[in-house]
Nanobody
Framework: QLQLVESGGSLVQPGGSLRLSCAAS????????IGWFRQAPGREREAVSC????????YYRDSVKDRFTIFRDVTKNTVYLRMNSLQPEDTAVYYC??????????????????????WGQGTQVTVSS
């Protein structure tokens, strides 16, 4: 069974940076995607970025494309989300999720909330002065 633990959330000023970590375990042979999602108060959970655990291919939502970077360390089974130039609208609980996928699945096609069924507990990111 996949288990995911997020860390790294904090209070940060606008324009600041954070790095979130997602420690994952329970992988079996095959292809997996790991994604970062976020949910702001009163809003639906949305996809931020996804990465293939196998080949590192990525997808980003447009609003974070030039500011956030997702990357993985396969030796540590950890996926990171580096967030730069944070803005108040980035304030949310950030969740990590993982899902097995077929080889031909692309990052863009899988990076939606409904495609993921294994979730971490979330970590709070607050951007405020």
């Amino acid at each position: 069974q996949l288990q995911l633990v997020e860390s790294g959330g904090s209070l940060v000023q606008p324009g600041g940076s954070l790095r979130l970590s997602c420690a994952a375990s329970g992988f079996r042979n095959g292809y997996y995607y790991i994604g970062w999602f976020r949910q702001a108060p009163g809003r639906e959970r949305e996809a931020v970025s996804c990465i293939s655990r196998n080949d590192g291919s990525t997808y980003y939502r447009d609003s974070v494309k030039d500011r956030f970077t997702i990357f993985r360390d396969v030796t540590k089974n950890t996926v990171y989300l580096r967030m730069n130039s944070l803005q108040p609208e980035d304030t949310a609980v950030y969740y990590c999720a993982a899902e097995p996928a077929a080889f031909e699945v692309t990052p863009q096609s899988i990076c939606t909330v409904r495609r993921f069924h294994n979730w971490g507990q979330g970590t709070q990111v607050t951007v405020s002065s």
